[in-house]
């Protein structure tokens, strides 16, 4: 157990014998103090860094699913992505123009193409999205909904009201689902162009930069982006899985149900 964890449990446990809060405020002063202190060390910041740096490596594509998502963007993507891709390689060779500058470029390497390959998967997500919302008449799924629940509200049989209940269920969180898939395909556009932001915004700097430890510093950020943005990137597409597949099990085209 890490020393401030084990000096809090001290603390409560004496606070609760003694019903007084002092002990406890005091070991959490204490550990605070601590975590104040440790983040300042440069071999917890290398401990961070390389934890960091692990997840980034997990998250660069091979060069497989890079060629499989490529192919799978409309021209303008493609090429939108080859621009980004572009001031990836600038940014590596103003790195090595600086005082051990090749070390710093081969670091920030991975970064750079783990940050490329959010971009790829996010803007495939974004796609299904557009799919999704595009495939969905949500106003004639808005327009049954009502329809239902103002015959439910006269239905006397038992058994049409319970089936009709049922419906209306489904009806209501189908709604909800495109809602939410409009507010998701809006965070996937503002992520994208944060990547965006985030790579000129490193290029600007590569160029007017010329000390290592500020850029290495600017390089922890933008890996602290990665991580961010591959989080956003799983959450979309768990979304999405669950999305496609409520949507396969639960809706029909009017014209094509069974009456």
Same mark, same amino acid.
Do not use: C
């Given at each position: 157990?890490?020393?401030? %964890? ?9 606070s %609760? ?14 550990s605070? &103090? ?8 440069p @071999?917890?910041?290398?401990a ?11 998250? &660069?594509?091979?060069?497989? /699913?890079?060629?499989?998502?490529? !192919?799978?963007?409309?021209?303008? $993507? ?7 891709r ?7 060779? @103003?790195y *090595? ?10 670091? @920030? ?12 998967r =996010?803007i ?21 909904l ?9 239905e006397?049989?038992e058994? =049409?009201k ?11 969180? #189908?709604?909800? #689902?495109?809602?939410q898939?409009? /507010?998701?395909?809006?965070?996937v ?9 985030v =790579?000129?915004?490193?290029? /600007? ?10 850029? !290495?510093?600017?390089?922890? %950020? ?5 991580? %961010?943005?591959?989080? *956003?990137?799983?959450?979309? /597409? $768990?979304?999405?899985?669950? *999305?496609?597949?409520?949507? !396969?099990?639960?809706?029909?085209? @009017? ?5």
């Amino acid at each position: 157990m890490p020393a401030n %964890a084990f000096a809090l449990a001290a603390g409560g446990v004496a606070s %609760a014998a003694t019903g007084d809060w002092i002990p406890l405020a005091a070991a959490a002063g204490g550990s605070l &103090v601590y975590s104040v202190l440790l983040s300042m060390l440069p @071999s917890f910041r290398r401990a961070v860094r390389a934890n960091l740096e692990a997840q980034v490596l997990s998250d &660069v594509a091979t060069p497989e /699913e890079r060629e499989a998502r490529l !192919s799978e963007l409309a021209p303008s $993507q493609r090429q939108h992505y080859d621009v980004l891709r572009e001031l990836r390689d600038r940014i590596l060779e @103003s790195y *090595t123009r600086m005082p051990g500058g090749r070390v710093l470029a081969a670091s @920030s390497e991975r970064r750079l193409d783990a940050l490329l390959t959010s971009f790829l998967r =996010l803007i495939g997500t974004l796609n299904s999205y557009r799919k999704f919302l595009n495939a969905t008449d949500r106003r004639g799924i808005e327009d049954e909904l009502r329809m239902l629940e103002s015959e439910l509200t006269g239905e006397k049989n038992e058994r =049409l009201k319970e089936v009709k209940a049922r419906r209306v269920e489904i009806l209501k969180k #189908r709604v909800a #689902r495109f809602v939410q898939a409009e /507010e998701s395909r809006e965070v996937v556009s503002h992520q994208l162009a944060s990547i965006e932001d985030v =790579l000129r915004l490193t290029h /600007e700097q590569s160029i007017a930069i010329r000390d290592p430890e500020v850029v !290495s510093r600017q390089l922890d %950020a933008l890996t602290a982006e990665v991580t %961010a943005t591959e989080e *956003t990137v799983k959450e979309m /597409e $768990q979304f999405m899985q669950v *999305t496609e597949e409520f949507s !396969s099990t639960v809706s029909l085209p @009017s014209s094509e149900r069974v009456r």
